[in-house]
């Protein structure tokens, strides 16, 4: 119900902001209004790519590189044995 809401706000104040019929709001020009309705969230998505990028950056460069496969092999025939 909230999302719904939210997404009726954001497109009524995206496409038919009008600043004379919602003068209450106080908010400013309309084509204020539209410059952060459409920054903020490409701001928010941008900085979640980045996040992702460092958190998987962050795991690759802490995981420890696997066996040799030399090692692995004398592994498998020592219990096989």
């Known amino acids: 119900m909230v ?3 939210l997404a009726i706000a954001f497109f009524g104040l995206l ?5 004379y019929i919602v003068s209450f709001l106080n908010i400013g020009a309309a ?3 539209r410059f952060w309705l459409i920054a903020a969230p490409v ?3 941008f900085v979640a ?3 992702i990028g460092a958190w998987i950056g962050l795991t690759m460069a802490t995981t420890p590189p696997p066996k040799p496969i030399e090692e692995i092999e004398t592994e498998n025939e ?3 044995t």
């Open 49 to 51: 790519i980045l996040a």
């Open 31 to 33: 084509a204020d209004v």
């Open 3 to 5: 999302c719904a809401f």
């Open 43 to 45: 701001s928010l998505v």
């Open 15 to 19: 496409f038919f902001y009008d600043p």
């Open 78 to 80: 020592t219990n096989q």
